[in-house]
């Protein structure tokens, strides 16, 4: 189940590695930019729910931790399946983006940090207990801080 989930990303981020190339633009910059923004929004809500557990403050529950999980990968899916990577939507006419322009000019290297990301997400999805979710844990904040700095523009 885990496998065929990370399966599935990993070949949806190479569809939109093609998609990418192939300038499929189906919505305004500013819609793909919002929905961009969004992913990333489900995906702070996430990090703060498992940090919570991590952390003490909520005791572990394997349901909380799958569904924060599964919440990052969705959020993923969604976006790749909306392609709000495409070059076609770098800037915006009204929204702001803080995609640098090396998201596009560096895709592989944007398309390995998606994988590392998938990577950390599989393994906290597979944590059973709290000790084992603090453990997988400082590599999913890394793969967000990692893919930020070489991608992200700071506000
Ligand atoms: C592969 C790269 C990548 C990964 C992995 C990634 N992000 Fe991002 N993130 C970005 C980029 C690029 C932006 C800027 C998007 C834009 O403004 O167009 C961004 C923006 C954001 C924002 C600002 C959203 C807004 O409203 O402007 C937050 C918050 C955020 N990310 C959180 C996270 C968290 C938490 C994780 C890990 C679970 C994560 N990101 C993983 C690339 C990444």
């Known amino acids: 189940m885990k496998k065929n989930v990370a399966a599935a990303v990993a070949l949806a981020v190479g569809f939109a590695v093609i998609g990418a190339g ?7 910059a500013d819609d793909m930019i919002n929905a961009r923004q969004a992913e990333m929004k489900v995906n702070v809500k996430a990090i703060k729910a498992l940090l919570s557990i ?3 403050e909520t005791p572990y529950d394997a349901t909380v ?8 990968t969705d959020a993923q899916a969604e976006a790749v399946a909306k392609d709000v990577w495409n070059a076609s939507y770098q800037t915006g006419t009204s929204v702001k983006s803080n995609a640098k322009p090396e998201v596009w000019s560096d895709a592989a290297g944007f398309a390995a940090d998606w994988k590392t990301l998938d990577k950390a997400v599989a393994a906290v999805a597979a944590s059973r207990d709290q000790a084992a979710l603090k453990a997988a844990f400082p590599k999913l904040g890394a793969a967000c801080k990692g893919c930020h700095e070489t991608f992200r523009a700071a506000d």
């Not at 192939?22 to 305004?28: F, K, N, P, Q």
């Not at 931790?65 to 990052?72: E, P």
């Open 65 to 72: 931790v799958q569904a924060a999980a599964k919440s990052i």
């Open 22 to 28: 192939a300038g499929i633009a189906a919505g305004s």
């Open 54 to 56: 991590v952390k003490g």
